[in-house]
Nanobody
């Protein structure tokens, strides 16, 4: 059974930083593409950052130069370092995994990030 458990969300002032973590279990992590999505109130879920199993990354334009996705295959964990946070970054952040072997995808339950102005 695959589980993705996010942590690290919270309340931070604008300009501050947070690091989100997503611990994966039941997954062949080294053969999984990992990503962070977010969903703000009243808005659709959007891709924030992604990392292929080979480590290639891509980012939404709105977070480039501020957010960094990284992964530790030994710990089955993906991270999202968020710097220079803005109120518009307020959202529930979800971890997503796409298992390359089998072609299935999985979601975590999300962690709330609130950025105050």
């Amino acid at each position: 059974q695959v589980q993705l458990v996010e942590s690290g969300g919270g309340l931070v002032q604008a300009g501050g930083s947070l690091r989100l973590s997503c611990a994966a279990s039941g997954l062949i992590f080294s053969f999984a593409n990992m990503a962070w999505y977010r969903q703000a109130p009243g808005k659709q879920r959007e891709l924030v950052a992604a990392s292929t199993n080979a480590g290639t990354t891509n980012y939404a334009d709105s977070v480039k130069e501020r957010f960094t996705i990284s992964r530790d295959n030994a710990k089955n964990t993906v991270y999202l370092q968020m710097n220079s946070l803005k109120p518009e970054d307020t959202a529930v952040y979800y971890c997503h995994a796409y298992q390359l072997l089998g072609g299935r995808d999985y979601w975590g339950k999300g962690t709330l990030v609130t950025v105050s102005s």
